[in-house]
């Protein structure tokens, strides 16, 4: 299975494709939120095999991928610098999930030159639940799995996406899980967003709470679009895999139009 050297660790990826100059469409990199890794978006990468060159990511300190998880998204995003130049894949697609999607967005602000466009799910300008959950993994890892290894699904949760959720936040380091949601009670997006100049595509579920963030998104990102995903909560990718991908899809198709409409600006 593919893996890139960086820094002197094994960091894993899934691609149906080498990364090369043969893949197909565009490069789109997905990256995974906290206390999870790159299986919440098999649906993804299956999806957009045919036609483009998708790439999900295990930050190190998860999943198959060695090292410490960070503490800070501005680390973050220097590390996504060193994977991107490893793979050689910008101009990139940035399809980042929660603090993924602070990830992808810290990305854009400081290696523009580098994004071809930007997708941000469930990602908040602030995480306001974050410090409490580091607190609570903290105190009871064990404790905090049995009780809320489904946060953050619809209810009547999906036998499916339960089992997936369960199955993947169980396999992580408590360490990593903490940390990440240490770096992501940290996160402000407020004095980032005119910064971005990409075309950016916001995602959430319907009833996600974060929800509530999505029009200071677009008040200040300039090229922004806004999606709901019905039927679903913080995992929309995860929950309505369907829509989700319908959703995405038609951004991407329509990435050449978008990006001389930014460009031209």
């Known amino acids: 299975m593919p893996h890139a050297r960086?820094?002197?660790?094994?960091?894993?990826?899934?691609?149906?494709?080498?990364?090369?100059?043969?893949?197909?469409?565009?490069r789109i990199l997905f990256i995974?939120?906290?206390?999870?890794?790159?299986?919440?978006?098999?649906?993804?990468?299956?999806?957009?095999?045919?036609?483009?060159?998708?790439?999900?990511?295990?930050?190190?300190?998860?999943g198959q991928s060695s090292g410490e998880a960070l503490e800070d998204v501005v680390?973050?995003?220097?590390?996504l610098n060193e994977f991107i130049d490893a793979l050689g894949l910008a101009p990139v697609v940035l399809c980042g999930h929660a603090l993924g999607g602070a990830i992808a967005l810290e990305y854009a602000c400081r290696y523009a030159?580098?994004?071809?466009?930007?997708?941000?799910?469930?990602?908040?300008?602030?995480?306001?639940?974050a410090a409490d959950t580091a607190a609570d993994l903290a105190a009871d890892p064990h404790g905090y799995l049995?009780?809320?290894?489904?946060?953050?699904?619809?209810?009547p949760v999906q036998p499916v996406p339960a089992e997936t959720l369960t199955t993947v936040r169980r396999a992580q380091r408590t360490v990593s899980s903490i940390r990440d949601f240490v770096a992501a009670a940290k996160w402000d997006a407020a004095?980032?967003?005119?910064?971005?100049?990409?075309?950016?595509?916001?995602?959430?579920g319907e009833d996600d709470p974060l929800v509530a963030q999505a029009g200071q998104l677009l008040g200040a990102i300039q090229h922004a679009s806004f999606d709901t995903i019905p039927l679903s909560r913080h995992f929309p990718h995860l929950e309505m895999p369907d829509i989700f991908n319908d959703s995405l899809n038609r951004f991407v198709t329509i990435l050449p139009d978008l990006s001389y409409v930014a460009g031209g600006e």
């Open 146 to 155: 049995d009780n809320r290894a489904l946060r953050g699904l619809r209810e």
């Open 75 to 79: 680390e973050w995003a220097a590390f």
């Open 6 to 26: 960086i820094g002197g660790e094994s960091v894993y990826y899934a691609s149906p494709h080498e990364i090369d100059g043969t893949a197909p469409g565009a």
């Open 113 to 129: 030159e580098r994004v071809e466009a930007l997708t941000l799910v469930g990602t908040g300008i602030t995480f306001p639940w």
């Open 32 to 62: 995974h939120g906290p206390g999870v890794d790159h299986r919440l978006f098999a649906d993804q990468l299956r999806f957009f095999a045919p036609s483009q060159t998708p790439i999900a990511i295990d930050l190190p300190g998860h």
């Open 191 to 204: 004095p980032r967003l005119s910064a971005i100049h990409a075309p950016a595509h916001i995602l959430f």
